[in-house]
């Protein structure tokens, strides 16, 4: 103890500078109170500066704390880090003990703001990084030659700054420890704060980094939860235990403040950086110290959402339609609907989403409320079919860009040929679009099938066509305010069809948004995620999405409803790696296209031929071909407008049902 106090010597206060600057301890001046005694605020002199301290005087009436106070002193005269108190010395002198610091508490501690509804996600993401850097320097740090294991990690001992950034503080029972034997055991009695002690620290009689690692979990779920670790009257006094078993029952949000949760489904709160949070925090939790993750890894993981939740720019609710509320559908609705997102209820599972099909019950498709659970329709008995698009959990930010890309578009439109939005949710961790039900499936369903491609006549594909184009035209020119959507990812698959055989557009989470007077083109980089068969080969090369993009997807689409065959049949990959729009082009140069066309649109005879009655009409199908190879032109100011589409497939319809 000599030789520590020795070598300390250079932070000794003489106690009247301590007493001048707290006016003699006055209670005016007592900011807290911690395991070792009052905690003072004061104006200390000190190297002709007047700084704002924070006295700790050491309680002596029940004896003791002698050792943690030479511990915390010895602690805090090593470390050196922005998310550390900072010593400024101590006092050792007429009985009295007292350790000063730089006052790091305007905002006092954690602990008085986990429920603190103005404390945004971001601001409490901060300081998770903020305590965790300070924890990777404990555990880590190469220059001191040793590392700390704090064993005092928890809200209250998280004090926050002016500008709120956190300062780890309580070093009173930290043990040192050599770097290569961070994780090896220190025996130990139980040390540390009810709710925040690792259970493993029983069974091994000691403790290791990892004890730190769990009571930051903890922390990380009061953050989340917005209660404490410990609540002594409370049915689940135990916030630990209680947070393990929802998030591995996937109830997590059941029990997320409810603040936070007002934030996420108003689209203040990134989804990607909250899985992000609550993986590592769940990971730290674990009951076997090697399952849990170390410090280093832990910073890298808040690192991220942070930059989640400050890259996160949702569609501002102008953009939105305003008011969505009428729009907003329960998760417990959906997940009744669906039992529970059931495989019974499953139709697909893309890369990014999975798709649904079921009833959603007391529901007006067309006047949808299902805002705060209560239905407004006044048609309330009815089922309606739907179809639920669920956005997959893979932590990455794309997909969250895309439900809201799509959620932006589907409320900022309306036309018949293009899907209708019912509702969506953005609750807990999911993110659902929910839209109208097709009950003759998408023209991808039909293409080389022929047992149901024979019930696309020629004239209900001309239709299909036309109402296509039609919605493109809309899309390109005709909305309000002059603004225009390209949907940037068409294909036979997009196109859906309804009772009626009526033609709608589908899947809008790569379109791009142009506004007013801006130039017909838009930078984007999703080309990699769009079939190269539908591609316009000028955007894979230069980036810029088009209108003509749209219009080159389309050609390739007329050439397979034409074709009766997908882009990239076999029987066109025999031929050409780049699939049907290669070899039709060919086909059309040595005239032999005709040749190409869907058997089941020409009459059986002898030979080959057109019967205007039965069959498809010959001048009809050389419009839509010399229209289609328009379409499909290499470059984009050889592409007819969408207008121009139009008219003439108007013109091929004309002559099919005259």
């Not at 305007?106 to 103005?118: A, I």
Request: glycine share 6%; net charge negative; proline share 3%.
């Amino acid at each position: 103890m000599t030789t520590t106090i020795a070598k300390l010597a250079h932070l000794q206060i003489p106690l009247e500078d301590v007493v001048k600057a707290t006016n003699n301890f006055h209670h005016d001046n007592v900011i807290g109170r911690g395991g070792l005694g009052h905690v003072y605020k004061g104006q200390l002199q000190r190297s002709g500066e007047l700084i704002t301290i924070s006295a700790l005087r050491l309680d002596r009436k029940h004896g003791g704390g002698v050792v943690e106070f030479w511990t915390e002193v010895s602690m805090l005269s090593d470390l050196k880090h922005p998310n550390i108190v900072s010593i400024v010395g101590f006092c050792d002198e007429q009985h009295e003990k007292i350790i000063v610091t730089t006052y790091e508490a305007k905002n006092g501690s954690l602990k008085e703001h986990l429920s603190n509804p103005n404390l945004t996600w971001t601001q409490r993401l901060k300081i998770c990084v903020g305590v965790a850097r300070a924890l990777s320097y404990l555990h880590y740090d190469q220059r001191r030659g040793y590392g700390v294991i704090h064993l005092n990690v928890n809200s209250s001992t998280i004090l926050l700054d002016e500008n709120w950034e956190p300062k780890l503080s309580g070093f009173k029972v930290s043990i040192k420890q050599s770097l290569n034997r961070m994780d090896q055991v220190v025996l130990s009695e139980p040390i540390g704060t009810i709710g925040y002690l690792d259970p493993e620290i029983e069974k091994s009689k000691g403790v290791t980094c990892k004890s730190d690692i769990y009571a930051f979990g903890v922390v990380l779920f009061e953050i989340l939860c917005g209660r404490r670790a410990y609540i002594r009257n409370d049915a689940n006094r135990l916030l630990a235990p209680l947070v393990m078993q929802h998030y591995e029952n996937e109830t997590l949000p059941d029990i997320i403040h409810p603040d936070l949760k007002n934030q996420m489904s108003g689209f203040q709160i990134s989804v990607r950086s909250l899985r992000t949070y609550s993986e590592t925090a769940y990971s730290c939790l674990k009951e076997e110290r090697t399952h849990r993750p170390h410090m280093l890894s832990i910073v890298n993981e808040l690192e991220k959402a942070l930059e989640k939740a400050l890259k996160f720019q949702p569609p501002p609710p102008e953009k939105c339609g305003n008011n969505l509320e009428h729009l907003k559908i329960r998760l417990d609705d959906i997940k009744l609907a669906t039992h529970n997102f059931s495989n019974e209820y499953k139709t697909d599972t893309g890369e990014l989403y999975t798709w649904y099909q079921t009833e959603l019950n007391h529901f007006d498709k067309e006047n949808p409320s299902f805002a705060e659970g209560k239905c407004t329709s006044k048609q309330s008995n009815r089922h309606t079919p739907v179809v639920i698009k669920r956005f997959l959990s893979k932590d990455d930010d794309l997909g969250e860009e895309l439900f809201f890309t799509e959620l932006e578009v589907l409320t900022s439109i309306k036309h018949h040929n293009i899907v209708t939005l019912i509702g969506f949710c953005v609750e807990g961790f999911e993110m659902v679009l929910v839209t109208e039900k097709f009950s003759n499936c998408n023209l991808w369903y039909y293409l080389g099938n022929f047992n149901d491609m024979h019930k696309l006549t020629w004239e209900k594909r001309l239709k299909i066509c036309i109402d296509i184009a039609q919605a493109f035209i809309y899309l390109h020119n005709e909305m309000e305010d002059k603004k225009m959507i390209i949907h940037g990812n068409i294909d036979s698959a997009r196109f859906m069809l309804d009772e009626n055989w009526v033609a709608k557009i589908e899947d809008f989470e790569f379109a791009v948004f142009l506004p007013p007077n801006q130039k017909d083109e838009a930078l984007c980089e999703r080309a990699k995620f769009k079939s190269k068969y539908y591609l316009d080969p000028e955007y894979a090369k230069t980036g810029k999405l088009k209108r003509e993009s749209d219009v080159y997807s389309f050609g390739v689409v007329m050439l397979e409803i034409l074709c009766g065959r997908y882009a990239d049949d076999q029987i066109y990959l025999n031929k050409s790696e780049e699939g049907l729009v290669h070899v039709a082009r060919a086909n059309f140069c040595n005239g032999t296209i005709e040749d190409m066309i869907d058997p089941t649109l020409k009459e059986e005879t002898g030979k080959m031929s057109y019967i205007s009655n039965r069959g498809a009409n010959k001048d009809s199908l050389q419009i839509f071909l010399e229209v289609a190879n328009l379409c499909v032109a290499k470059t984009k100011d050889q592409r007819p407008t969408m207008t121009v589409v139009l008219s003439e497939l108007e013109k091929a319809f004309i002559f099919q049902v005259s």
